[in-house]
């Protein structure tokens, strides 16, 4: 009898030989651990979904490889009034169908991002009314003075009106509900590559779009993209040191070394815009997944405290990330905007205090509880999970791992469904407001969409929307430290690392890495 993994491996192998028979000086084989979850580009704001969307549509404004922002389909931007910014945009675009991109496009695809079940409202909340003024002039007005509008703009990606209308994708993808339309598997923009095909979590290929706009500017020397998510981090390596693949994310730790031995491979580092931390639901009444009848553990701050103090960081750095991590305080990496040094610091780890702790709470001996995480979206993800069971075991703590793939994480996440979970979130505004948008604020439909964990604070509600308008930087700063104060000492989330982001390639490709984890296919050099 042949084993499942003996086919898996024999199909794998079926798969890449396809690919390499396809390879040329100008195809690029990509593989990453997991796929974008849906190709409609305001559905999930999450990674893997935004590298793919990015390859096929273009935003207003770029963020570039070095994280700066510059023209894309609007050329110039500014404020008219303290809430009214005008958007020039690029005349001479076309979508993939030969239509041009106008105005029309830009606020039909700014409205569907910014109303649910859009996952992208959040970023574009203080958007009151887009206005159309002329075919290569927008209006945008917001409900208060916000600076940081142009840093927001750069995630929310144009979309035809016409194609979305006759499919029927006036509205984005409801994920969570699990819905299907016409933009789950099909996609058609303005940006370098052609969507050619689509087998979710089997294979998608790319073609080069030769009337891109920005051609001239950028190498675009890559003619064809052969991206297969592969889950198993020895497959990718594997695949990539017999020069089955050209690029490939999250290489094991444990394997970096061997890689950057080899002559024909070049492996690149930089500190990723990504934070790992854990998640609890400290507002329901009582929780289902625990073993504490008509209570809810994770409310108390206490317990929170003693798991904190029970999670040794700096051991999973050393033994899980191979030094692959920072350990953090907050969920805030370096690059952005509000970081500070004091707010990134995380106590010792303190096995007595933490279990005195969970004493004064009354679970001196300890309770079980079911701890959700993803096994094919960070780097060593259910790796992680499995020592902080160990650890948090070690206090009294019975952490059931439900380790799953992400596609079930996150839709389960987002529906309310999990108590105790990992989620890893990177800052692509590279401002705090968007931690305090998607994770502190009250989740009220409008803000607060990723916070699962029932943390409701007026004060910081108040702090959110005020840090949103405020104008004065000064004054902005001292806003957002008040909310790093008022998060930290509620221990909402249990932050463990910053990621340290590394991308395997062979040594005759180059791409410029990111510190957003989201290459540019375009922008790929073969030696």
């Keep these: 009898m042949i084993r499942k993994p003996m086919i898996y491996a024999l199909l794998l192998g079926t798969a890449l030989g396809a690919m390499s028979l396809e390879a040329s000086a100008q195809t690029l084989r990509f593989a990453s651990q997991?796929?974008?979850?849906?190709?409609?580009?305001?559905?999930q704001n999450e990674g893997p979904t935004i590298t793919l969307a990015q390859q096929i549509h273009d935003p207003l404004i770029i963020r570039d490889d070095e994280m700066g922002i510059r023209e894309g389909l609007a050329v110039s931007w500014e404020t008219v009034e303290p809430t009214l910014w005008e958007f020039k945009l690029r005349e001479g675009v076309k979508f993939h169908d030969g239509s041009d991109f106008t105005a029309e496009d830009a606020a039909f695809s700014l409205e569907r991002a910014r109303v649910p079940p859009s996952d992208y409202r959040n970023y574009i909340s203080s958007i009151s009314e887009v206005r159309v003024v002329d075919d290569y002039t927008l209006h945008i007005e917001t409900s208060a003075p916000n600076p940081i509008l142009p840093q927001q703009l750069t995630n929310i990606v144009m979309m035809s009106k016409a194609w979305a209308e006759e499919h029927g994708v006036e509205q984005a993808q409801n994920y969570a509900e699990g819905e299907e339309n016409y933009a789950v598997r099909n996609a058609m923009g303005t940006g370098a590559f052609k969507l050619e095909s689509r087998a979710p979590d089997e294979r998608t290929v790319l073609v080069r779009n030769d009337d891109y706009w920005d051609a001239?500017?950028?190498?675009?020397?890559?003619?064809?993209?052969?991206?297969?998510?592969?889950a198993s981090a020895?497959?990718?390596?594997?695949?990539?040191?017999?020069?089955?693949?050209?690029?490939?994310?999250?290489?094991?730790?444990?394997?970096?070394?061997?890689?950057?031995?080899?002559?024909?491979i070049q492996v690149k580092s930089t500190p990723e815009n990504r934070t790992i931390f854990l998640g609890l639901n400290q507002g329901a009444d009582d929780l289902d997944s625990d073993s504490v009848e008509g209570q809810n553990p994770l409310a108390d701050k206490r317990v929170r405290e003693a798991i904190n103090l029970a999670i040794d960081v700096d051991a999973i750095q050393r033994v899980v990330m191979r030094g692959q991590s920072v350990p953090a305080g907050s969920i805030a990496p370096i690059y952005i905007t509000g970081y500070q040094e004091e707010f990134d610091q995380r106590p010792d780890r303190d096995l007595d205090r933490a279990r005195e702790l969970l004493a004064e709470a009354g679970y001196e001996d300890g309770f079980s509880i079911d701890f959700a995480c993803p096994n094919d979206r960070y780097n060593n993800d259910e790796a992680i999970c499995q020592?902080?069971?160990?650890?948090?075991?070690?206090?009294?703590?019975?952490?059931?791992?439900?380790?799953?793939?992400?596609?079930?994480?996150?839709?389960?996440?987002?529906?309310?469904?999990l108590d105790f979970y990992m989620l890893g979130w990177g800052v692509p505004t590279f401002d705090s407001e968007y931690i305090f948008n998607f994770l502190y604020h009250t989740n009220d439909g409008e803000r607060g969409s990723w916070n699962m964990t029932g943390f409701s604070n007026e004060r910081m509600d108040e702090l959110v929307q005020a840090m949103s308008g405020e104008t004065d930087l000064d004054a902005r700063d001292e806003l957002i430290a008040e909310?790093?104060?008022?998060?930290?000492?509620?221990?909402?989330?249990?932050?463990?690392?910053?990621?340290?982001?590394?991308?395997?390639?062979?040594?005759?490709?180059?791409?410029?890495?990111?510190?957003?984890?989201?290459?540019?296919?375009?922008?790929?050099t073969f030696d």
């Design 34 to 43: 997991s796929d974008a979850l849906t190709l409609d580009p305001h559905a």
């Design 216 to 230: 001239d500017n950028i190498p675009m020397e890559v003619e064809r993209v052969v991206f297969t998510p592969i």
């Design 234 to 264: 020895a497959t990718r390596v594997a695949a990539l040191l017999s020069g089955e693949l050209d690029l490939i994310l999250y290489p094991p730790v444990q394997d970096l070394q061997r890689l950057e031995q080899s002559p024909d």
């Design 387 to 417: 020592a902080v069971v160990g650890m948090l075991g070690q206090a009294g703590i019975e952490a059931n791992l439900r380790a799953q793939t992400r596609s079930l994480h996150f839709q389960q996440l987002q529906n309310g469904e």
């Design 483 to 524: 909310a790093w104060e008022i998060a930290l000492d509620d221990l909402t989330y249990i932050p463990l690392h910053h990621e340290v982001l590394n991308w395997a390639m062979q040594a005759n490709v180059d791409i410029p890495i990111r510190a957003d984890n989201s290459p540019r296919f375009a922008h790929v």
